[in-house]
Each structure stands twice: as C-alpha cells, then as structure tokens.
C-alpha cells in the first residue's frame, strides 16, 4: 500500500530521473551569452619564464539551429592582458584608447568587435570556424593557429553528452581530434544534475605533433599534456553557466632545426550569463 510519507520519495526520484534522462542539447536560435572567461598561464621556454594574465569578454549567441547543426557567433567585446617576463612587464586593455592606439592595439584591433562564426555539430563538435579578421603575421596568424586546432574538438560553451542516458554517477570517454591538429580524450563524470543545473567534472589528456606556421616559418610542435576540471550546464538546454579547468604541458617548439623545450601550467575560468 502506498502511502503518503512512501509517495512524495517516489515522486522525487521520478523527477530527478527525469532530469538526468533529458539531459541533452537543446538551444534555440536566438539564445545569447555574455562570456568571461580569464586565463592563467605560467610558461618555461629554453629556461626563460614567462607569466600572462588575460580577460576575455564576448558576446554569445546561436545564430541557426538546424537538421544536423548549430550556429554559433562569437564577438568579442573586452581583452585585458598582463605578461611578465624577460626583464619586461606589459599590459594592455583594449577600454583604454591609449592602449588601442598602442602597438599592441594595432595588432590586436582587427579582432576586437568583429564576428567569429562557430559551426558546431549536434554532438557539440566545432566543425568549422570562420573569422572575418583573418590575416597574415603576428597574433592574427597565432589566433588562426588556434582556431586550427579547436575544430573537432569539443565546444566549451556546449554540454558534452554519450550517445546514452545518464544519471549522477555515471562516467564515460570521448576522443577527439588527430595529433596533426591536436588529440584529446576525455573522461567525463556527471557529478549532480538539479534545476540549477548540470555539473559535470572532467579529467583528460591532450597530444599535438606536427607543423604549424607563423609569420611564414614552419613550426614543428611536440606537446604533451593532462587537464582537469568542472563545469556547470543549464539544465534545459545544455548552455555553459560556469567552468574551471587546469592544463599541464610539455614538449618543444622546433624553429629553423632548432628545438626549444617548453613547459606551461595554464588555468581557466569561464563564467556564462544569459544576455538580452
């Protein structure tokens, strides 16, 4: 016989299961964020330290949501970055029109307020980018480097879910990527899942072996690392709210058949807001 005192814990496990079992990307075009995210990064490269601190700020939104496919925009709105090393400290906010107007600015303008688009697949894969301020030399080239070695790989702003249901507890594995444009695998955890939200920890290896080019040289990079880290999704949707993460890695840099031996701790935090 079913009573109410046994009732209302039936019902309550009903409903969190229902949760977990519906856990799943869902945006809707028209969505937007407004993203922070903030960068750590201690270096070692040829025994030189280097320390650089930088705050990203940018605008979010799903453009398209189709068939086999979302649409991602990417604008950034505010970069701050602090380096220290070899003998140098400098700073830049790109708020401060003395720094636009700076050598760092001029470099660096190009990028601030125009639209990276971002095709991400229905299992939150990046599949393509394409960014407006795409040129030749400097931090352009390196910007393109980067976004080189982010397609296939998973879109932080999105959930990353197996091909099955999964309840609080449940842990599984996904690769991605080749080691000419960059190899991870993840092993995820989904810790808890509530109406506040889904957190979901992660642990994972990443490995880069090939050449890349800058500045029209030829870099070969050998890169080895572990990361870790924990991040919160919108319930309904799948949407960042929230993220942390640590990576170690190390390896060298081969420049005109010389290598340089590099070592790098790089810690992030991304915190995602609903935007109008």
Same mark, same amino acid.
């Given at each position: 016989? /079913?009573?109410?005192?046994?009732?209302? +814990?039936? !019902?309550?496990?009903?409903?969190?299961?229902?949760?977990?079992?519906?856990?799943? /990307?869902?945006?809707?075009?028209?969505?937007?964020?407004?993203?922070?995210?903030?960068?750590?990064?201690?270096?070692? =490269?040829?025994?030189?330290?280097? $320390?650089?601190?930088?705050?990203?700020?940018?605008?979010?939104?799903?453009?398209?949501?189709?068939?086999?496919?979302?649409?991602? *925009? %990417?604008?950034?709105?505010?970069?701050?970055?602090?380096?220290?090393?070899?003998?140098?400290?400098?700073?830049?906010?790109?708020?401060?029109?003395?720094?636009?107007?700076?050598? /760092?600015?001029?470099?660096?303008? $190009?990028?601030?307020?125009?639209?990276?688009?971002?095709? =991400?697949?229905?299992?939150?894969? =990046?599949?393509?980018?394409?960014? *407006?301020?795409?040129?030749?030399?400097?931090?352009?080239?390196?910007?393109?480097?980067?976004?080189?070695?982010? #397609?296939?790989?998973?879109?932080?702003? !999105?959930?990353?879910?197996?091909?099955?249901?999964? #309840?609080?507890?449940?842990?599984?594995?996904?690769?991605?990527?080749?080691?000419?444009?960059?190899?991870?695998? @993840?092993? @995820?955890?989904?810790? %808890?899942?509530?109406? $506040?939200?889904?957190?979901?920890? @992660?642990?994972?290896?990443?490995?880069?072996?090939?050449?890349?080019?800058?500045?029209?040289?030829? /870099?070969?990079?050998?890169? %080895?690392?572990?990361? #870790?880290?924990?991040?919160?999704?919108?319930?309904?949707?799948?949407?960042?709210?929230?993220?942390?993460?640590?990576?170690?890695?190390?390896? *060298?840099?081969?420049?005109?058949?010389? %290598?340089? +031996?590099?070592?790098?701790?790089?810690?992030?935090?991304?915190?995602?807001?609903?935007?109008?």
């Amino acid at each position: 016989m /079913i009573t109410k005192r046994t009732l209302l +814990p039936v !019902l309550l496990f009903t409903a969190l299961a229902g949760i977990a079992n519906a856990q799943k /990307i869902a945006v809707k075009k028209g969505q937007k964020l407004e993203t922070i995210t903030t960068t750590k990064m201690s270096m070692e =490269v040829m025994g030189q330290n280097m $320390d650089n601190e930088s705050s990203l700020t940018a605008a979010v939104e799903v453009k398209d949501v189709n068939a086999d496919s979302y649409l991602f *925009t %990417n604008i950034i709105k505010r970069m701050q970055i602090k380096v220290s090393g070899m003998g140098q400290d400098v700073s830049f906010d790109s708020d401060k029109k003395e720094d636009m107007d700076g050598q /760092i600015g001029q470099t660096l303008k $190009d990028h601030i307020g125009t639209v990276q688009e971002i095709q =991400v697949d229905k299992q939150g894969k =990046v599949s393509g980018l394409t960014d *407006t301020t795409r040129k030749a030399g400097g931090m352009a080239d390196m910007m393109s480097m980067t976004g080189d070695m982010t #397609k296939g790989q998973p879109y932080p702003m !999105l959930i990353q879910l197996p091909a099955k249901a999964v #309840k609080p507890g449940d842990t599984w594995t996904d690769s991605s990527g080749t080691p000419a444009t960059m190899k991870t695998v @993840y092993t @995820y955890t989904l810790k %808890n899942i509530s109406a $506040d939200g889904a957190v979901v920890s @992660y642990t994972g290896t990443m490995a880069k072996s090939g050449t890349v080019s800058q500045n029209g040289m030829d /870099i070969q990079m050998d890169m %080895n690392g572990t990361t #870790k880290g924990e991040s919160t999704y919108e319930t309904g949707s799948g949407l960042l709210k929230t993220s942390t993460g640590t990576l170690d890695m190390k390896g *060298t840099m081969g420049i005109m058949g010389q %290598n340089a +031996p590099i070592t790098a701790t790089i810690s992030t935090n991304i915190i995602a807001r609903k935007s109008l």
